[in-house]
């Protein structure tokens, strides 16, 4: 039996006796978890050294080496999160609500697990432990598929979390790597039906894409994060800079970084030069159309490719536009339908933006970068929807259940 379908046979095996595990063992098992973390950070942190020499060797990007990266402090993190997601009320079993038809019969919707859900992601090894804290929550068995950039990471994550999780009455297979990282492997988890009930894909675009059009199980598509910042003619310019520096620098290797700006031409000459200053203080390449480069030429031509590019690194694309009008369709011709902002005072346009914007988290004043379960009081997330069936947005608990239809009656017979 191949590593694939036996984890799998494992996961089917462990989600029909989760149903039945109650929300104080599971809680229980997050508590251990999370403890596991913190005291054992040393031993998480030696196998993550393995990963990022292995990086390092084979030319990763310094900020995809960053986004591998697990620190004390990370971990600490990570922790935080799994206690945040067991502090959370326990949406299985929940009675949506009940109805009574004119035969008697009492109707009820119930929310109950998915069952066994698959996640195949890339270098990012938080998403082993938030993603097995979710599933676990929901009582959903999980297989997780990680990168091979971050394989040593994982497998050291998983044993914690099994150890912790196993001893306080979690069925075995309930979590569940495989550590098989060939391509073969993911390509064939996307076609476990009978095992995968929902499969989540996170990381580039490449692979959602080879997910989506391979997979004959049921997927929930989390896009690649083309992000757009949009400075509006009547934006605060102090509140916009900060907002700007912050979507593009703070953590550019993630989804919800900003790929894109726009400014209204009516701010471009007092704007552009100040934040074009900044951008490059922070070590950002400024790709530019005509019009910012009239304005501030020490930047480069920004090309139609660069418009659609999830760079993930210290670049930014930049264009002035002549009005909302022209933001609002530039963004929905190149995003990803991820994370969107307008900073503007003016309350017309922002709602406009909010209406008009096609993306399943949209901003007035605030950076892109607060998409994100945590930020979002989910305490983790198992990825962000982009797409508008089931779930959208960051997937926290409820985004992990199905509904069930419970009928009760008193020997009803349908004539």
């Not at 050294?49 to 402090?73: F, H, P, S, V, Y």
């Not at 598929?145 to 914690?160: T, V």
């Not at 022209?326 to 909010?354: D, G, P, W």
């Amino acid at each position: 039996m191949s590593e694939l379908t036996e984890k799998c046979t494992l996961a089917k095996e462990a989600a029909y006796k989760l149903v039945s595990v109650g929300t104080i063992i599971k809680n229980n098992a997050l508590n251990a978890i999370a403890k596991a973390l913190v005291d054992r950070a040393d031993e998480i942190i030696e196998a993550n050294r393995i990963d990022i020499e292995n990086a390092k060797k084979n030319g990763t990007r310094q900020a995809m080496i960053d986004r591998l990266t697990l620190t004390k402090e990370r971990i600490d993190g990570m922790a935080e999160g799994v206690m945040q997601v067991c502090a959370l009320n326990d949406p299985i079993g929940e009675v949506i609500r009940m109805w009574q038809r004119p035969n008697g019969l009492l109707i009820g919707q119930k929310r109950v697990p998915m069952g066994v859900i698959a996640i195949i992601y890339e270098a990012r090894p938080n998403v082993t432990v938030d993603a097995a804290a979710l599933c676990l929550k929901t009582s959903n068995a999980c297989i997780l598929r990680g990168g091979s950039e971050a394989i040593n990471s994982n497998k050291a994550l998983m044993k914690i979390m099994q150890e912790a999780a196993y001893g306080t009455g979690v069925p075995v297979g309930s979590l569940n790597i495989i550590e098989d990282t060939s391509r073969e492997t993911a390509t064939g988890l996307m076609k476990m039906n009978g095992y995968v009930d929902l499969l989540i894909p996170r990381g580039g675009k490449g692979l959602i894409q080879s997910v989506v059009e391979n997979a004959t199980v049921p997927v929930v598509e989390t896009a690649a994060g083309n992000c757009h910042v949009y400075v509006d003619e009547d934006a605060d310019m102090d509140m916009a800079l900060e907002i700007v520096l912050n979507a593009k620098v703070q953590r550019p290797s993630v989804c919800n970084a900003a790929e894109t700006l726009l400014i209204h031409n009516n701010i471009a000459d007092e704007f552009v030069p100040r934040v074009f200053t900044a951008l490059k203080e922070k070590n950002v390449e400024i790709r530019a159309d005509k019009k910012a480069k009239l304005i501030f030429p020490d930047v480069n031509d920004v090309t139609e490719e660069d418009y659609y590019t999830e760079y993930n690194d210290y670049i930014l694309a930049v264009k002035v536009v002549e009005d909302i009008d022209e933001a609002i369709a530039h963004i929905n011709k190149y995003n990803t339908k991820h994370s969107e902002a307008i900073v503007t005072n003016n309350y017309e346009n922002s709602q406009r933006f909010l209406n008009e914007v096609d993306a399943a988290a949209v901003y007035v004043n605030a950076s892109t970068r607060f998409t994100d379960g945590f930020e979002f009081g989910f305490g983790a997330e198992i990825g962000i929807s982009t797409q508008k069936m089931h779930a959208r947005g960051p997937m926290g608990l409820e985004a992990l259940t199905s509904i069930k239809y419970v009928i009760y009656g008193d020997g009803q017979i349908r004539e």
